[in-house]
């Protein structure tokens, strides 16, 4: 059974084919520059360790013209990995935003359609390209279930006095202003696969999604989200990239008010000045550490940063989960950058996590999941890479078994 996984922006599409019984990757792409002069899709097969890359440069007017492309790509007689369109049984697309009324896994109808829209709100940069992928979708693949897997989905299990804020209750109930997360299907999946890499059915565990957008999740025995560092929005919680983290809020009042700044400016200051590049002057993690060995002292400062936030958050949610058994560290930070982890796990000791520094060192780029605490941690420390398309792929089918 062959499952097309969709990411659709405004201007790009990110895609994978699976065979999903085998939970083998057929083909991998993305097409970028939609709508946009010098449109280009970068299409990958791969047949056991080899891949192949393909490169179309073409105007890209649509996200269907992309599609038909892309359905080119994925048959063609000496490239192809399938023989036809209608071989695609499922498409599953990511969908940012599912707010309150999604906390599962949804096949794609017209209310759904409507509801998502209606969403747009509350994540107006993501769901309207979201949609535009589904409504492609649905023109070029019309005999393939669409399914929709929702970010925000994965917390819906958080509990009320966890993400309300302390703010008047019509805001909640009439704007629906809570928290809501995002990263879910990275969180969930890192989460199952410590579960059975440690085989452990009971896990309480902490992910640490760490990548130019970042989250924090505690998941209790039940598999269950109980509390995430991204709330309302995008922008709280970690250090991120370019976005700054949680802030005292007033500093907007002052920002606004003391130095004449519009809300725009203000916007844009914290969602694509600050993290990273506000502190270091990249929000590239690779300049960073290039500068941090260099004994930059603003490096050094945010990798002091950045870490101090991630462990204040574990310490937080070691307290709500009564204790864990494990940290994961997933995505491109996570995975990929042992300074980042050094510090998270620095001066942990009391509450039984160890970091085995040369195990951090040899075991980085993991391709499975890895140790990474020293002989003595009470603690596990799990580096796992995440596969959100997979994940997106192993829901959708999933959902269509149940039917």
Request: with cysteine.
């Amino acid at each position: 059974m062959y499952i097309l996984v969709i990411n659709a922006g405004s201007s790009s599409l990110k895609y994978q084919l699976f065979d999903i019984e085998s939970r083998t990757m057929l083909a991998k792409g993305l097409a970028e520059r939609i709508a946009i002069n010098g449109g280009r899709i970068k299409h990958t097969t791969v047949k056991g360790d080899v891949e192949k890359e393909i490169i179309v440069d073409k105007q890209l007017p649509d996200h269907t013209v992309a599609f038909e492309i892309i359905s080119r790509l994925l048959t063609d007689a000496e490239n192809g990995v399938i023989s036809k369109p209608e071989d695609i049984t499922a498409v599953g697309h990511r969908i940012v935003h599912g707010g309150e009324k999604f906390s599962h896994t949804q096949i794609i109808t017209d209310e759904v359609k409507e509801t998502i829209k209606a969403l747009i709100p509350l994540a107006p940069l993501h769901n309207p390209p979201n949609i535009v992928g589904v409504e492609a979708a649905e023109k070029f693949f019309p005999k393939a279930l669409q399914v929709a897997v929702f970010d925000t989905a994965f917390h819906q299990t958080i509990p009320e006095h966890v993400f309300r804020y302390a703010i008047p209750e019509k805001y909640y109930t009439e704007d629906r202003i809570r928290v809501y997360g995002f990263h879910g299907t990275s969180h969930k999946y890192v989460y199952d696969e410590a579960k059975k890499y440690l085989n452990n059915p009971k896990l309480k565990a902490i992910t640490i999604h760490l990548g130019n957008g970042s989250s924090m999740t505690a998941i209790d025995e039940n598999g269950h989200s109980v509390d995430t560092s991204l709330g309302f929005s995008a922008l709280g919680g970690l250090i991120m990239g370019t976005r700054s983290g949680d802030i005292d809020p007033s500093i907007i009042f002052h920002m606004m008010e003391e130095m004449n700044m519009t809300l725009d400016r203000v916007k844009h200051i914290l969602y694509k000045e600050s993290g990273m590049l506000g502190l270091a002057g990249s929000s590239d993690a690779r300049d960073v550490r290039a500068k941090y060995y260099k004994d930059d002292k603003n490096a050094k400062l945010c990798y002091e940063m950045y870490g101090y936030r991630i462990r204040k958050y574990i310490g937080s949610y070691f307290a709500l989960l009564n204790g864990v058994d494990t940290l994961i560290f997933t995505a491109g930070l996570g995975e990929n950058d042992t300074l980042t982890r050094k510090y998270a796990c620095k001066n942990l000791d009391a509450l039984g996590i160890k970091l085995d520094e040369e195990a951090n060192e040899v075991k980085n780029h993991p391709k499975q999941p890895v140790e990474i605490q020293a002989a003595d941690s009470k603690i596990k420390i799990l580096v796992i890479p995440t596969n959100e398309e997979l994940q997106i792929a192993k829901e959708t089918y999933e959902l269509m078994k149940g039917l």
